[in-house]
Protein backbone atom coordinates (compact mmCIF):
# COMPACT_ATOMS: atom_id res chain seq x y z
CA UNK A 1 0.00 0.00 0.00
CA UNK A 2 1.48 3.32 -1.14
CA UNK A 3 0.97 6.42 0.86
CA UNK A 4 1.30 9.89 -0.48
CA UNK A 5 2.12 12.96 1.47
CA UNK A 6 2.39 16.31 0.28
CA UNK A 7 4.31 19.27 1.74
CA UNK A 8 5.66 22.81 0.65
CA UNK A 9 1.92 24.35 0.04
CA UNK A 10 1.56 28.38 0.85
CA UNK A 11 0.56 31.78 0.70
CA UNK A 12 2.74 33.56 -2.16
CA UNK A 13 2.50 36.78 -4.15
CA UNK A 14 1.99 36.29 -7.41
CA UNK A 15 4.64 36.21 -9.86
CA UNK A 16 6.65 34.07 -7.19
CA UNK A 17 7.94 30.68 -7.17
CA UNK A 18 7.05 27.63 -4.77
CA UNK A 19 8.34 23.91 -5.09
CA UNK A 20 5.72 20.89 -3.77
CA UNK A 21 6.96 17.69 -2.65
CA UNK A 22 5.46 14.38 -2.33
CA UNK A 23 6.76 11.82 -0.29
CA UNK A 24 5.95 8.25 -0.77
CA UNK A 25 5.88 5.52 1.96
CA UNK A 26 5.67 1.47 0.89
CA UNK A 27 6.48 2.55 -2.77
CA UNK A 28 8.40 4.22 -5.10
CA UNK A 29 8.22 6.77 -7.76
CA UNK A 30 9.80 4.69 -10.15
CA UNK A 31 7.13 2.61 -11.37
CA UNK A 32 4.24 3.46 -13.36
CA UNK A 33 2.78 6.68 -13.46
CA UNK A 34 3.03 9.63 -11.20
CA UNK A 35 0.94 12.99 -11.29
CA UNK A 36 -0.27 16.37 -9.62
CA UNK A 37 -3.46 17.63 -9.98
CA UNK A 38 -5.19 20.20 -8.53
CA UNK A 39 -8.73 21.40 -7.14
CA UNK A 40 -9.70 24.78 -7.08
CA UNK A 41 -12.45 26.12 -5.07
CA UNK A 42 -15.69 24.96 -6.41
CA UNK A 43 -14.22 23.90 -9.45
CA UNK A 44 -13.31 19.84 -10.26
CA UNK A 45 -9.81 18.73 -9.52
CA UNK A 46 -7.83 19.05 -12.91
CA UNK A 47 -4.40 17.52 -14.20
CA UNK A 48 -1.73 19.51 -13.60
CA UNK A 49 1.46 17.45 -15.01
CA UNK A 50 2.79 13.80 -14.87
CA UNK A 51 5.92 11.89 -15.81
CA UNK A 52 5.83 7.73 -16.70
CA UNK A 53 8.13 5.84 -16.13
CA UNK A 54 8.38 4.07 -19.13
CA UNK A 55 9.45 7.59 -21.22
CA UNK A 56 10.38 9.13 -18.37
CA UNK A 57 9.03 12.73 -20.27
CA UNK A 58 6.87 14.66 -18.51
CA UNK A 59 3.72 15.98 -19.52
CA UNK A 60 1.79 19.44 -18.43
CA UNK A 61 -1.87 20.76 -18.54
CA UNK A 62 -1.75 23.60 -20.91
CA UNK A 63 -2.51 26.61 -18.22
CA UNK A 64 0.78 25.16 -16.33
CA UNK A 65 3.26 24.39 -19.48
CA UNK A 66 6.71 26.92 -19.80
CA UNK A 67 6.04 27.41 -15.66
CA UNK A 68 5.41 24.32 -14.05
CA UNK A 69 8.28 21.48 -13.67
CA UNK A 70 7.54 18.04 -12.28
CA UNK A 71 10.45 15.81 -11.34
CA UNK A 72 10.62 12.75 -9.82
CA UNK A 73 13.73 10.74 -7.28
CA UNK A 74 13.31 7.61 -6.07
CA UNK A 75 11.07 8.31 -3.13
CA UNK A 76 10.31 11.83 -3.40
CA UNK A 77 7.93 13.70 -6.34
CA UNK A 78 8.47 17.71 -6.88
CA UNK A 79 6.43 19.99 -8.60
CA UNK A 80 8.35 23.41 -9.21
CA UNK A 81 6.04 26.17 -9.90
CA UNK A 82 7.26 29.44 -11.13
CA UNK A 83 5.61 32.48 -12.04
CA UNK A 84 2.67 31.86 -10.10
CA UNK A 85 -0.74 33.48 -11.00
CA UNK A 86 -4.10 34.20 -8.52
CA UNK A 87 -5.24 31.19 -10.94
CA UNK A 88 -3.03 28.27 -9.87
CA UNK A 89 -4.53 28.64 -6.36
CA UNK A 90 -5.94 25.23 -5.34
CA UNK A 91 -5.17 22.10 -3.32
CA UNK A 92 -2.41 19.97 -4.87
CA UNK A 93 -2.68 16.39 -5.19
CA UNK A 94 0.34 13.99 -6.06
CA UNK A 95 -0.97 10.47 -7.33
CA UNK A 96 0.35 7.47 -8.48
CA UNK A 97 -0.71 4.66 -10.92
CA UNK A 98 0.62 1.54 -10.89
CA UNK A 99 -0.08 1.69 -15.05
CA UNK A 100 1.93 3.58 -17.40
CA UNK A 101 -0.34 5.77 -18.79
CA UNK A 102 -0.43 7.05 -22.75
CA UNK A 103 -0.89 10.47 -23.11
CA UNK A 104 -4.64 10.26 -23.30
CA UNK A 105 -5.41 8.83 -20.13
CA UNK A 106 -2.58 10.35 -17.97
CA UNK A 107 -4.85 13.37 -17.75
CA UNK A 108 -7.68 10.96 -16.03
CA UNK A 109 -7.94 11.46 -12.16
CA UNK A 110 -9.93 7.66 -12.57
CA UNK A 111 -6.81 5.85 -13.67
CA UNK A 112 -4.36 6.61 -10.28
CA UNK A 113 -4.61 4.26 -7.81
CA UNK A 114 -3.25 6.01 -4.70
CA UNK A 115 -3.66 9.97 -3.87
CA UNK A 116 -2.37 12.06 -1.30
CA UNK A 117 -4.31 14.30 1.28
CA UNK A 118 -3.30 17.99 -1.22
CA UNK A 119 -1.62 20.30 0.44
CA UNK A 120 -3.14 24.26 0.05
CA UNK A 121 -1.34 27.01 -2.43
CA UNK A 122 -2.69 30.40 -2.16
CA UNK A 123 -1.37 32.73 -4.44
CA UNK A 124 -2.45 36.64 -3.56
CA UNK A 125 -2.52 38.86 -6.82
Known amino acids: QVQLSESGGGLVQAGNALTLSCAAS????????VGWFRQAPGKEREFVAGIRRQSGIPSYADSVKGRFTISRERSTLYLKMNTLKAEDTAIYYC????????????????????WGRGTQVTVSS
Open 26 to 33: GGTFTAGT
Open 95 to 114: AVSSRNLILSTMASDKEYDY
